[in-house]
């Protein structure tokens, strides 16, 4: 849970991998694809959502354990999305269980990522401000 400017709380929901499907790989056609058709998507049918940030996942140039290879990294992106409160994020996830919604979203994922790969979170945001006297 974090808190938003107002001093509220608010929650920051982090969708944990997406794997691209096999034909996609983690390519600029799988960025692209989330970009213009899926976030868009995910935008216009959750209203709650006021925040909504993709981090691409540059798995080469990342530090890996001893033999692994950048293709072995599961996560293409990882998602993060901020709701006002609680009842916004609980608005997310009503709208989300919708057997309409989830058939949308469904069809949508089936074109650019893999089956069951998709993990999501709740997470608690800690954060330390960088100050000139604690660095």
């Known amino acids: 849970m974090t808190f938003n400017d107002s001093g509220s709380e608010a929650f920051h929901v982090q969708d ?14 799988f960025q692209a694809y ?5 976030a868009p998507l ?3 049918v959750f209203p709650t959502i006021r925040r909504y940030v993709r981090n691409y996942v540059k798995a080469e140039s990342g530090r890996m354990p001893a033999g ?3 293709s072995d990294f599961a996560w293409a992106c990882i998602t993060e999305m901020w709701f006002d409160d609680a009842r916004g994020y609980e ?7 919708d057997l309409e919604v989830k058939a949308l979203f469904d069809r949508d994922e089936e074109v650019f990522v893999r089956p ?6 709740e997470v608690d945001e800690v954060e330390i401000p960088i100050t000139a006297t604690n660095k």
Do not use: D, M
Request: hydrophobic content about 40%; some cysteine; glycine content about 6%.
């Open 34 to 38: 989330y970009e213009t058709v899926h």
């Open 91 to 97: 608005a997310f996830n009503l709208r989300l269980r």
């Open 116 to 121: 069951n790969s998709v993990w999501k979170f």
């Open 16 to 29: 944990n991998g997406f794997q691209p499907g096999k034909k996609w790989n983690v390519s600029c056609r």
């Open 42 to 44: 995910a935008i216009s």
């Open 68 to 70: 692994a290879q950048a």
